[in-house]
């Protein structure tokens, strides 16, 4: 309790100190820097960890082990090699597909941004397949027409990366990973998986050069995979 009286306190003289001064933000930040570091109250960064994603075998593990549920077995190669977030495959329209064009519209995605994204003509067949001549609604929808929660897809996912057995941290945002790790390993430049994926900042996408050195480590290979 006293802490907080403390906290209270000493915002009320900040407060004060900002209103009494006129301080723009950007001096209030600066004020704010210049402080902690002079104070040595240095906040520690956190543990950076580099996520897991799914190997080329991995996958087919997992495709394998869920064709007995077509349904969400096309869910998990969707998100695999559109890169989607969940949400955004949540929300597509049947009509935002571009059949003729390869490509999708993930409209109003994060940060409420649309974007194109290429899908490839193996997973198109697969679509067309499932949608069975449907040309509205949701992708991924319910009898009565509704979308399915968010939830329900991530759920689904779950189950299946669970029967699969895979041994590491794998989840639904991890097929999204996958997906730009598998555009490293084809040579895809970091730019343009960016712009595939929706990515505000470059360094977003920069992570996954850390998962995938692609180029770099055939080229290691070949030069020292030197056998007597």
């Known amino acids: 309790?006293?802490?907080?009286?403390?906290?209270?306190?000493?915002?009320?003289?900040?407060?004060?100190?900002?209103?009494?001064?006129?301080?723009?933000?950007?001096?209030?930040?600066?004020?704010?820097?210049?402080?902690?570091?002079?104070?040595?109250?240095?906040?520690?960064?956190?543990?950076?960890?580099?996520?897991?994603?799914?190997?080329?075998?991995?996958?087919?593990?997992?495709?394998?082990?869920?064709?007995?549920?077509?349904?969400?077995?096309?869910?998990?190669?969707?998100?695999?090699?559109?890169?989607l977030r969940i949400g955004e495959t949540n929300n597509l329209m049947v009509h935002n597909i571009d059949w003729f064009n390869n490509q999708l519209k993930v409209v109003q995605g994060k940060g409420s941004k649309d974007r194109y994204v290429p899908i490839t003509s193996n997973l198109q067949s697969k679509l067309k397949l499932y949608l069975n001549n449907r040309k509205d609604g949701y992708l991924f929808q319910k009898q009565n027409k509704k979308k399915y929660s968010k939830r329900?897809?991530?759920?689904?996912?779950?189950?299946?990366?669970?029967?699969?057995?895979?041994?590491?941290?794998?989840?639904?945002?991890?097929?999204?990973?996958?997906?730009?790790?598998?555009?490293?390993?084809?040579?895809?430049?970091?730019?343009?998986?960016?712009?595939m994926m929706g990515h505000t900042h470059k360094t977003t996408t920069e992570i996954y050069a850390k998962l995938e050195l692609g180029a770099v480590k055939d080229q290691f290979l070949q030069l020292m995979d030197i056998r007597g």
């Open 1 to 83: 309790m006293k802490e907080s009286k403390k906290k209270a306190r000493i915002i009320d003289e900040v407060k004060n100190i900002v209103s009494r001064e006129n301080l723009t933000p950007q001096e209030f930040r600066y004020i704010v820097k210049r402080v902690r570091e002079q104070s040595k109250l240095q906040i520690p960064k956190k543990e950076k960890k580099l996520p897991d994603y799914l190997t080329p075998a991995e996958i087919y593990g997992l495709l394998e082990s869920s064709k007995n549920n077509p349904e969400r077995s096309l869910l998990i190669e969707f998100q695999i090699f559109t890169g």
């Open 152 to 195: 329900t897809l991530q759920e689904w996912i779950t189950k299946e990366i669970d029967k699969a057995g895979i041994n590491k941290e794998i989840h639904t945002h991890s097929l999204r990973h996958t997906f730009a790790c598998l555009c490293i390993s084809r040579g895809i430049s970091l730019e343009n998986i960016q712009l």
